[in-house]
């Protein structure tokens, strides 16, 4: 997501409380955060390791080498700046869960858009093989040989489907994906598929 999450100095303390539960290596903090945020936010490495860097810099966390892993804890210093900064880390709880349901629905509203416009490029697609239609019958071919109007017809099922699964894929790790939301889906494509073979029965 664009959008920061995080305010100012937010993510360098939200780091501490992390430690403060137990040692973790940067891998593990940012998966930490991603669940945190129900998959809808990840940090990236760039964010991450140079606040680690400050951090054992004022001796807020130390770091140790585990095999091939670094792995950061927090100092006596550290838990003694999140106890006089406890107010602030009650805060940032409380600006996770607002910045948790916000990008939830952003989600949510991609999701229809997506739809939206699966349902705009259906129907101009049933126009345009309705119009081939009703203009000439088609020139026979071979078997396996598929017209233009088809293969462009499946390339945007297959364009929308990829878009929609990654929807709900987005929206399941959001938490916002339930049974009403897949009715809905359903119930649109139902209807899709009822237009599209209405539109292009052939004549008795």
């Excluded at 940067?26 to 998966?31: H, I, N, S, V, W």
């Amino acid at each position: 997501m664009n959008a920061p999450v995080f305010a100012h100095g937010q993510m360098r303390l939200y780091l501490l409380m992390l430690l403060a539960d137990s040692p973790k290596h940067g891998y593990e903090l940012m998966t930490a955060i991603e669940q945190r945020f129900n998959g809808t936010y990840v940090p990236s490495a760039g964010t991450i390791y140079p606040r680690l860097a400050k951090l054992a810099e004022d001796g807020l966390i130390a770091k140790r080498t585990v095999g091939r892993k670094t792995v950061y804890e927090i100092t006596d210093a550290g838990r003694a700046e999140l106890r006089a900064r406890r107010d602030e880390t009650e805060r940032i709880e409380r600006t996770i869960d607002t910045s948790v349901r916000r990008l939830a629905d952003d989600l949510r509203a991609d999701m229809r858009r997506s739809m939206a416009a699966l349902r705009a490029d259906m129907t101009a697609d049933e126009r345009d093989i309705a119009r081939a239609r009703r203009s000439a019958r088609p020139a026979p071919r071979a078997a396996d040989e598929a017209s233009g109007p088809l293969r462009e017809g499946q390339r945007v099922v297959e364009r929308y489907g990829r878009e929609l699964r990654e929807a709900l894929r987005a929206a399941d790790a959001a938490g916002s994906l339930d049974d009403a939301a897949v009715d809905a889906l359903r119930e649109g494509l139902d209807r899709l598929a009822r237009t599209l073979r209405d539109r292009t029965r052939r004549p008795r």
